[in-house]
């Protein structure tokens, strides 16, 4: 059988990315990695894994719904029915929600609706929680607030930094994320 076909969108470094590529038994196939930062690293990565790219520059265009146009054309070309957002770092507009509906699926670094937006890990630790977590949802019109599908605590120790607290909660992002893609192929 056929198999769904699922575009990545990523902004950075993509371990996510990574971690879905490295998933033996994924439902789906990851047939486009669309990156909103010309020399990101997740490109280089989806080199390596021979996954076609799409790269665009917001700048180059007039308004977010002219280059979510353009995103939705090559989506539709690429015969894409799933997005899984790792690390992408622009809210989705009216223009993808519509054309991705109930389809678009986004991973964040905290226990939402807890520390949500931007350097959620960051937030958490500032804060001085003694739990923060990993929470996989739908994305709609807010920000991190659409219907969440899972969610993993992560403990915060005594001594942790920001970066052993980030490890530890990538860890969690890697394991689940490909996990949580599955479950919704099914
Ligand atoms: C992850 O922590 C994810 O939860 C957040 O952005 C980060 C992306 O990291 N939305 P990477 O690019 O997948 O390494």
């Not at 997740?42 to 002219?66: H, I, N, Q, R």
């Not at 992408?88 to 993808?96: A, C, E, H, K, S």
């Not at 519509?98 to 699926?105: E, F, G, Q």
């Not at 939402?112 to 929680?129: M, S, T, Y």
Request: charged share 25%; proline share 5%.
């Amino acid at each position: 059988m056929k198999k769904i076909r699922a575009a990545v969108f990523a902004s950075g470094a993509g371990s996510n990315f990574q971690a879905i590529m490295e998933k033996n038994d994924l439902l789906c196939e990851v047939a486009l990695l669309v990156c909103d930062k010309p020399g990101a690293s997740v490109l280089e990565k989806a080199e390596k894994f021979g996954v076609p790219t799409f790269v665009f520059d917001s700048e180059e265009y007039a308004s977010k719904s002219d280059y979510e146009k353009d995103l939705v054309r090559k989506l539709q070309q690429s015969d894409i029915s799933w997005i899984f957002l790792a690390g992408y770092m622009r809210i989705v507009g009216p223009t993808l929600l519509r054309a991705y509906k109930n389809r678009i699926i986004n991973i964040h670094p905290s226990m939402l609706p807890e520390f949500p937006g931007k350097d959620a890990i960051g937030q958490a630790f500032k804060a001085g929680v003694s739990d923060t977590g990993v929470t996989v949802h739908f994305i709609d019109e807010g920000i991190d607030t659409g219907p969440i599908i899972a969610q993993e605590p992560v403990e915060v120790f005594k001594d942790d930094t920001v970066e052993t607290l980030k490890e530890r909660i990538q860890l969690v992002e890697h394991r689940l994320y490909p996990i949580v893609i599955n479950r919704l192929m099914k």
